[in-house]
Structure formats: C-alpha cells, structure tokens
C-alpha cells in the first residue's frame, strides 16, 4: 500500500514563498508521474503543477504547470528518497487553498485532471493574508 503525505504549509503573508513537500512511501512505489493540486473553499480541486518521474535531472524532467502559476511555482522531485516538492513564490491571497499532492504509475494524456493519479495524500492548508 503506498501512502502519500504532505508537509510545508502554514500561514504566510502575501509576497513570501513557501516550500511543501510529499513523502511517498509504501511496501511497492511504482511512480510515473507525481502532481500537485489545490482546492479553494466552495470550488473544485484544480491541477497545479506534474512532474514526470523518470529522468535523470531536473533539467530533463517533463514538467507541466497551470497556466495561473507558471510564473511562481516550480515543482521538483528527488527519486532517491521517494520525494517531490512545490516551491511557490510570490503568494498572492488567491493562493490560498488546501494544497495535495499525488502520483500516478502509468502515462495518462489527462495528467492535468485528478483521475490520472492513484494516490494522494490528505491535503495541507496554505493560507495567505495581505
């Protein structure tokens, strides 16, 4: 069973930046693609950011953002240790959200939508005042 966890959020103030992170760990991780999503209150959960898994760096890494955060937000993996993160910079209030991260173990065309991905971890709040 692998399981997923968040860590990183809190209470920031607009402008600041913010790291979060996902363990993922199990008796069998088999990983093709890991992603974060948010959902604000009364709306849907909406795609933030992938990562292709496979790679040798970064720098050859797939990566796919929401066009609302491409800017700011950067997201990294580290297979080794079975961990991914989002760096988000310049937080606006409309970043607040509960932040998720997931992996899917196969390709999916529809990376950007929460069924692509097998496993997620419960959540972390962001919220950011001004």
């Known amino acids: 069973q692998v399981q997923v966890k968040e860590f990183g959020g809190g209470l920031v103030q607009a402008g600041d930046s913010l790291r979060l992170s996902c363990v993922v760990s199990?008796?069998?991780?088999?990983?093709?693609?890991a992603g974060w999503f948010r959902q604000a209150p009364g709306k849907d959960r909406d795609f933030v950011a992938r990562i292709r898994w496979n790679g040798g760096t970064t720098y050859y890494a797939d990566f796919v953002y929401a066009d609302s955060v491409k800017d700011r937000f950067l997201i990294s993996r580290d297979k080794a240790k079975n961990t991914f993160s989002l760096e988000i910079g310049s937080l606006k209030p409309e970043d607040t959200a509960v932040y998720y991260c997931?992996?899917?173990?196969?390709?999916?065309?529809?990376?950007?939508?929460?069924?692509?991905?097998?496993?997620w971890g419960q959540g972390i709040q962001v919220t950011v005042t001004s």
């Open positions: 997931a992996t899917g173990s196969s390709y999916r065309p529809d990376y950007g939508t929460p069924g692509a991905y097998d496993y």
């Open positions: 199990g008796l069998t991780v088999n990983i093709f693609h």
